[in-house]
């Protein structure tokens, strides 16, 4: 180790973060598995184009990973999460996905996400003083053997 160094910084290269990247495909290749994730976003839009709503995540080896759920407060309880929702569970299961999984902290969503049939397989709770963070999941079909 004594001909590397260790550098720090508080913004993300792409660059390097491609080269890590590369680095963990290369290395699951070689056990014959594969890390190419495929994206999924879905929007909602009001009369003027404005985003009102959205979510994005992606799909990798039987699971969904929602990344991010957003509505706008003014369009809060009218639907449109759980339809974005659906939306991107019903891409996953075309994709051949059996689970659904997200995270939330205890002042965002959680009873939101159980309301959808989620529930909690983990849970940070020493995440900051004030929070507890969650780790939710749902199954959407059956779960090879």
């Avoid at 929602?66 to 706008?72: G, P």
Wanted: proline content about 2%.
């Amino acid at each position: 180790m004594s001909d590397t160094r260790i550098e720090v910084a508080e913004v993300i290269d792409p660059e390097i973060a491609d080269a890590l990247w590369q680095g963990l495909s290369d290395h699951a290749a070689d056990h014959d598995i594969s890390l190419k994730a495929r994206d999924v976003q879905c929007v909602s839009r009001d009369a003027d184009g404005a985003i009102v709503a959205g979510l994005t995540g992606n799909t990798l080896g039987g699971y969904f990973y929602i990344a991010r759920l957003w509505t706008a407060s003014s369009h809060r309880n009218t639907g449109i999460g759980r339809a974005l929702m659906e939306a991107a569970e019903n891409i996953a299961r075309e994709r051949g996905c059996h689970t659904v999984y997200l995270n939330t902290f205890d002042f965002q969503a959680r009873t939101y996400y159980e309301g959808l049939d989620y529930v909690v397989f983990a849970a940070l709770r020493d995440h900051d003083p004030r929070l507890c963070r969650y780790f939710m999941k749902k199954t959407i079909g059956a779960t090879p053997a």
